[in-house]
């Protein structure tokens, strides 16, 4: 069974642009989140989606931003890039949180 | 929400020896969900073990254990028989019924030959 996608898996943007990050689940899985890791502040949690609904949100700002489709495909935009947007963007699925999550290899995010 | 906090940054372990990598957390949370995962330099996040924190039991997998302590609120993690595919990044993570899951800041973990 295919596991989490994302797509793109880099890319490098101008500062002051916006991107739009990709991630499709596990079939049959209604949970996604998304995640920000930098070497220093390690994982942060983004926010996550279920059945369309954003259910949790992270401390972040509003220019972070997601959406999640009918068929649980979930996408994730940052507008008005900073150079501290710069990371490794990982997303994961999941049937119930209690059953962990399964990731996805990421996006790496330069921002110059 | 949860915090998870990992006191060792690095570690390292001789081959086939064993290793314990330390975790506490806190929780409002009546009913939550404890892990581990794996992160090896190909940055695929893998779930190595899980718990349920009803459950007084330790979870195993395999070469992977747990000593889970629910009073003191720690979660530790031991590797028996450390293999160099062990190498790796490893995050302890909590979760809780309000789906929301918060990491660890990690533990760098160096298997030598």
């Known amino acids: 069974k295919a596991g989490v996608t994302q797509t793109p898996r880099y890319l490098i943007k101008t500062r002051g642009q916006q991107v739009t990050l990709s991630c499709s689940p596990i079939?049959?899985?209604?949970?996604v989140s998304w995640y920000q890791q930098t070497p220093g502040q390690g994982l942060q949690f983004l926010f996550e989606?279920?059945?369309?609904?954003?259910?949790n949100k992270g401390n972040f700002p509003g220019r972070f931003s997601g959406r999640q489709f009918s068929n649980s495909r979930s996408e994730m935009n940052v507008s008005t890039l900073e150079l501290g947007d710069s990371a490794l963007y990982l997303c994961?699925?999941?049937?119930?949180?209690?059953?962990?999550?399964?990731f996805g290899s990421g996006t790496r995010l330069t921002v110059v | 929400a949860q915090t998870v906090t990992q006191s060792q940054p690095e570690m390292s372990v001789q081959e086939a020896e064993t290793v314990t990598l330390s975790c506490t957390y806190d929780t409002s949370e009546n009913n939550y969900y404890l892990f581990w995962y794996k992160q090896p330099p190909s940055r695929q996040m893998i779930l190595v073990i899980r718990q349920e924190a009803y459950k007084q039991q330790n979870a195993t997998e395999n070469r992977f254990s747990v000593n889970f302590q629910k009073a003191a609120k720690s979660f530790s993690l031991k590797i028996s028989d450390s293999q160099l595919g062990d190498t790796a990044m490893y995050f302890c993570?909590?979760?809780?019924?309000?789906?929301?899951?918060?990491f660890g800041a990690g533990t760098r973990l160096t298997v030598k030959p």
């Open positions: 079939s049959g899985h209604r949970s």
């Open positions: 994961a699925s999941s049937t119930a949180v209690g059953n962990g999550y399964t």
């Open positions: 989606y279920f059945s369309e609904t954003q259910r």
């Open positions: 993570a909590s979760a809780g019924d309000n789906n929301d899951m918060r």
